[in-house]
């Protein structure tokens, strides 16, 4: 996890280290839609309407996404894995945000380079995007058919932001913080900053038209 010092447009707080990951999880092919919201929220938040249904959710913070995580889970008949915004923790079986350490890996699908293709096929970006958010699914998508991973909109993750460990397994970040990270990069970045290792954080009750997220689940 991390990236190699020599990567174009690495961070400091991207080091690599190695991580372990023993338990299985699925995560949504694409980000939430606009529509996929509504449907489960009754309403729809976005600044970017005129792109779409299909197009990615955003104005929503930490707290709507895992708040739409757990309304999902409800009416699945599963467990919440949100009480407030404590984490019940991996062994949850309802829909959750991926950890850090399970985004970056879903993100690479096996690559390790700064991102599994040419950042115009496979992420809407500042080189390509006229500056608004687009239908999800148009890029290419990496191996193991995840789409968006990178550009289109910033993910929020489970974890608050903080210094990677040396090594670690299954980890779900600190137990506090003031920020929670975002993953992916976004539609009006520069190519060097839409990579696989790139990390930026964000406060849990912001809402931005840049930031949307994508569920995730533990595999019971």
Not at 15 to 33: D, S
Not at 112 to 136: K, Q
Not at 187 to 205: I, M, Q, T
Request: aromatic residues 12%; negative net charge; contains cysteine.
């Amino acid at each position: 996890m991390g990236s190699p010092a020599s990567e174009k447009g690495r961070y400091e707080d991207e080091r690599q280290h190695k991580v372990t990951i023993t338990r299985g999880f699925w995560l949504k092919p694409t980000e939430v839609t606009q529509g996929e919201w509504t449907a489960v929220m009754g309403s729809n938040p976005s600044n970017y309407t005129a792109c779409g249904s299909t197009c990615p959710v955003e104005q929503v913070s930490w707290n709507d996404a895992v708040a739409y995580c757990n309304k999902l889970s409800e009416r699945e008949n599963l467990q919440q894995c949100y009480v407030g915004e404590r984490f019940v923790g991996l062994g949850c079986t309802g829909y959750r945000l991926p950890t850090e350490a399970e985004w970056e890996y879903a993100a690479r699908a096996g690559t390790t380079g700064a991102r599994h293709g040419e950042v115009g096929a496979v992420a809407w970006y500042g080189g390509n995007s006229n500056s608004t958010t687009h239908p999800v699914g148009q890029k290419q998508a990496n191996a193991w058919g995840l789409y968006d991973m990178l550009g289109n909109v910033w993910e929020w993750t489970n974890d608050w932001k903080g210094d990677y460990p040396s090594s670690a397994t299954d980890p779900v970040g600190p137990d506090s913080g003031q920020n929670r990270v975002i993953r992916g990069g976004w539609w009006d970045y520069d190519a060097a900053y839409v990579r696989s290792g790139a990390r930026d954080d964000d406060e849990p009750g912001d809402r931005s038209g840049l930031i949307g997220f994508r569920p995730a689940r533990s595999v019971p």
